[in-house]
Structures are given as C-alpha cells and as structure tokens.
C-alpha cells in the first residue's frame, strides 16, 4: 500500500513538473541587461546632444539678460561627482568578493546621490525662473521663448532620470545585503554605474554650456 502511494506522488510531482510552463524558470543572463543599460545610454545621450546643441544656438541668437548661474551648482556637481566615485568603488568591491564593502560604498553613493537632488533642486527652479522672466521680458520686442523652452525640457529630462537613477540604486541597497547570486549581483552594479556615470557627465556638460553661454 505504501509503495502504491509512493509511486502515485512521484507521478503526481512529475505531471505537475511536466504541466509547469517552462518560461517560469526563465532567467536573462547578466550580460542582456548591461546591453539594454548601454542601448537606454546611447539613446539618452542623443537626446541629450541634441537639446543642448539646440540650446547654445538659441542662447546665441536669443541672450538671457541677468543669467547668473545659481551656487547651489557648484555644490550638487561636487556631490554628485563623489556619488559616481563611491558607486564605482562599490562595484570594483563586489568584483573581489569583498561584498560588505561593496554595500556601504553603495549606501554612501545612494545617500550622496539623494543630497544631489537637494542642492539641485532650488538651483534648478531658480534657472527655470530666469529663463521665464527673460523669455517675458522679450515677448513684446519680438523676441524668442526657445531657450525657455529647451531649458525647461533639459530639466525635466535630467530631474526625471535623476531621481529614476536614485530609486534603482535604493533598491540595489536592499538587494545588496541578500545573499543573492553574486554574478548578478556585479551585473546590477555595473549597470548602475553605466547609467550614474552618464548622468554625471551630461550634468556636467550640461552646467558648463549653462555656465559659458
């Protein structure tokens, strides 16, 4: 009697492992989400060059009177740059199996980052500001609201990636700290540094065509 039960449970556990879809044990290998991290890059960094060309070439044929450049700049940039630094740093770690340091090299970067967004932000609503009350100042004398409108998309394109960027480096945090399989474990690290490090260049490419035109 106990054979026959055995055997009808190890039928019954093969019917159901057979019946399981096989696309529920499906995992992408680590490098197909590097790939997309590099294709998401490319194509932000277009955009990027094309918003900023179009920029300066309205700033040139259109000025701002009275543009200063607000500090909060000089400050978040500072920050910012040591945040890519401390994610590097976290990623190299988990690279030598040294994951505890690896987590607090993250939790510095992600708590840096944050601090980013703090000085920015009423630096960024300052800019916007200038560029509005210049863009009202020369409506009535035929002048053109296009630097309004490109800084304002230039902004919103880097608050909105910034703060994306920080929310998947929160989550890596948690992530971090699992015991988790350790080649995807650098896989998520190194594309979060594909994607901060491109934030930080084209912030800061981003500040010096603010800054000299």
Avoid at 2 to 31: K, V, Y
Avoid at 102 to 117: D, K, M
Avoid at 153 to 173: F, K, W, Y
Wanted: net charge positive; charged share 10%.
């Amino acid at each position: 009697m106990n054979a026959i039960t055995s055997e009808h449970g190890r039928a019954d556990r093969r019917t159901a492992t057979e019946a399981r879809d096989p696309l529920e044990s499906f995992r992408a290998p680590p490098g197909a989400g590097t790939l997309v991290t590099w294709l998401f890059v490319a194509g932000l960094a277009v955009a990027f060059a094309w918003l900023l060309i179009g920029y300066m070439l309205t700033r040139s044929n259109t000025p701002v009177p009275g543009l200063t450049v607000p500090v909060w700049f000089w400050f978040s940039t500072f920050i910012l740059l040591v945040s890519s630094v401390c994610l590097h740093w976290s990623y190299l770690s988990m690279k030598m199996g040294r994951s505890t340091v690896a987590g607090y090299a993250l939790l510095l970067s992600t708590t840096l980052g944050w601090v980013f967004v703090l000085l920015q932000t009423p630096g960024l609503v300052k800019l916007v500001q200038m560029h509005r009350e210049s863009a009202e100042a020369t409506a009535g004398g035929g002048g053109s609201a296009a630097p309004y409108m490109l800084i304002l998309v230039l902004v919103a394109l880097h608050g909105l990636h910034t703060v994306a960027g920080l929310a998947r480096m929160t989550a890596l945090n948690r992530r971090t700290h699992q015991n988790s399989d350790h080649e995807y474990g650098i896989a998520h690290l190194k594309q979060m540094c594909l994607f901060w490090h491109f934030l930080a260049i084209a912030w800061v490419l981003m500040f010096g065509v603010i800054l000299w035109t």
